[in-house]
């Protein structure tokens, strides 16, 4: 799959995803991380994805492993800089 798709659906996940900074709460689209302390999201960021991220990709987007990665990688860049920016 080409890149364009994939970063699409990073698009599409980070604007199903939302930060609630009254709250300090990280809502996604996918279970693991449904709501999560902003606080504690750089350290619930592992290099592989949760069980549960892949599983939205595969099931959601039909992504492979590797897509699923990228995606992954894609993600919490866009969130931390979210996070960062106070966006």
């Known amino acids: ?5 994939l970063d699409k659906v990073v698009d599409q996940i980070v604007s199903e995803t939302t930060i609630d900074y009254d709250k300090e709460k990280l809502h996604t ?6 709501s999560v302390s902003l606080f504690f999201f750089p350290s619930l960021s592992p290099l592989f994805p949760p069980h549960y991220f892949s599983h939205h990709c595969k099931e959601v987007y039909g992504l492979n492993e590797d897509e699923v990665n990228y995606v992954w990688v894609s993600f919490k860049k866009n969130i931390t800089n979210k996070l960062n920016n106070g966006l």
């Open 29 to 34: 689209p996918f279970r693991l991380l449904s």
């Open 1 to 5: 799959m080409e890149n364009n798709y």
